[in-house]
Nanobody
């Protein structure tokens, strides 16, 4: 079993930055992929970014490409998401997720691909 803990959200002005963290515990992560989704009020959960733990293959949502940097710390089993140039439309609850099975260019953006989820952290960007 895997447990994920989200942290790092908060309130920031437009143009500002935030760094989210996702701490994992439980089974080994070498074959997993990890990433973030977000969900704004009244909207469906949408893909933001994900990375394969071993090898580093990374996918970004077009809406945030160029404003994100994802990194992983193997020793602490923690993933980090640096978000820059934030916009009011980035306001949402951000959820960390991990996938243990097949993860590739055809399925990385589906929430159903991910087996484990964090509790979410609120990101609010004021205009």
């Amino acid at each position: 079993q895997v447990q994920l803990v989200d942290s790092g959200g908060g309130l920031v002005q437009a143009g500002g930055s935030l760094r989210l963290s996702c701490a994992a515990s439980g089974r080994t992560f070498s074959s997993y992929a990890m990433g973030w989704f977000r969900q704004a009020p009244g909207k469906e959960r949408e893909f933001v970014v994900a990375i394969r733990w071993s090898g580093g293959t990374t996918y970004y949502a077009d809406s945030m490409k160029g404003r994100l940097t994802i990194a992983r710390d193997n020793a602490w089993k923690t993933a980090y998401l640096q978000m820059n140039s934030l916009k009011p439309e980035d306001t949402a609850v951000y959820y960390c997720a991990a996938a243990r099975g097949t993860w590739n260019s055809d399925n990385y953006y589906y929430a159903s691909t991910y087996n484990y989820w964090g509790q979410g952290t609120q990101v609010t960007v004021s205009s």
